[in-house]
């Protein structure tokens, strides 16, 4: 069965730094799709970023980008210019062709002023 | 932009009351999913459909009961509500098991069975 790691519980950042939320997942599907959802605090979970595993550039959006790694199965997410609105739980997601979701268990992250 | 609903959004109940969550999308998805996750914690799928009159049993076991009579709507029931199910619960849509099926989630209902 698919597995999702974030190995990382808690981070934090000072606001207008750069920040990495580390993923890796475990599969033995050649297709399949990556994503990041962001949980603010008492709000609605929503997607970041997505990835094809089938496309070799890494997907950005805004000052959101990933760092996908297929052969190590890694699939990092990249915060540029941390802002306050950022904190929150962040997921990282797989999911396969027919496949339901796999969800990792979450990193916390919090922006320092 | 996606639309999909949950209603209440806090509900505070003594043990033993039977209480339904609702979902509601409007996107016409085919698919939906009930999550459960307590407070800064992993998701557990816990029931999903793939359309009407499909529902199935997710990862982790609940005593909760699901129904898909309308496209749009995919009401959780409890039968008799205890302390154990205190957790807050999401429910989520997606289009299509061909596309990226991104998951379109609600604002979740937090559940307290006193």
């Known amino acids: 069965a698919q597995t999702v790691t974030q190995s990382q519980p808690e981070m934090s950042v000072q606001e207008a730094e750069t920040v990495t939320l580390s993923c890796t997942y475990d599969t033995s599907e050649s297709d399949y799709y990556l994503f990041w959802y962001k949980q603010p605090p008492s709000r609605q979970m929503i997607l970041v970023i997505r990835?094809?595993?089938?496309?070799?550039q890494n997907a950005t959006e805004n000052r959101f980008s990933v760092n996908f790694q297929k052969a190590a199965k890694s699939f990092s997410l990249k915060i540029s210019d941390s802002q306050l609105g950022d904190a929150a739980m962040y997921f990282c997601?797989?999911?396969?062709?027919?496949?339901?979701?796999?969800f990792g268990p979450g990193t916390r992250l919090s922006v320092l002023p | 932009e996606a639309d999909i609903y949950q209603t209440p959004r806090y509900l505070v109940i003594g043990t033993g009351k039977k209480i339904t969550l609702e979902c509601s999308q409007t996107m016409g998805h085919d698919k939906m999913y009930w999550y459960q996750q307590d407070p800064g914690m992993e998701l557990h799928l816990i029931h999903y459909s793939y359309g009407v009159n499909s529902t199935e049993k997710g990862d982790l076991s609940s005593e909760s009961t699901v129904s898909r009579i309308r496209t749009e709507h995919f009401p959780l029931t409890l039968e008799s509500a205890r302390p154990s199910h205190t957790s807050q619960y999401l429910c989520a849509s997606s289009e299509s098991w061909t596309s990226t099926d991104t998951q379109y989630f609600g604002p979740g209902t937090r559940l307290t069975v006193l």
């Open positions: 990835q094809e595993a089938y496309k070799q």
């Open positions: 997601a797989y999911r396969s062709y027919g496949q339901n979701f796999v």
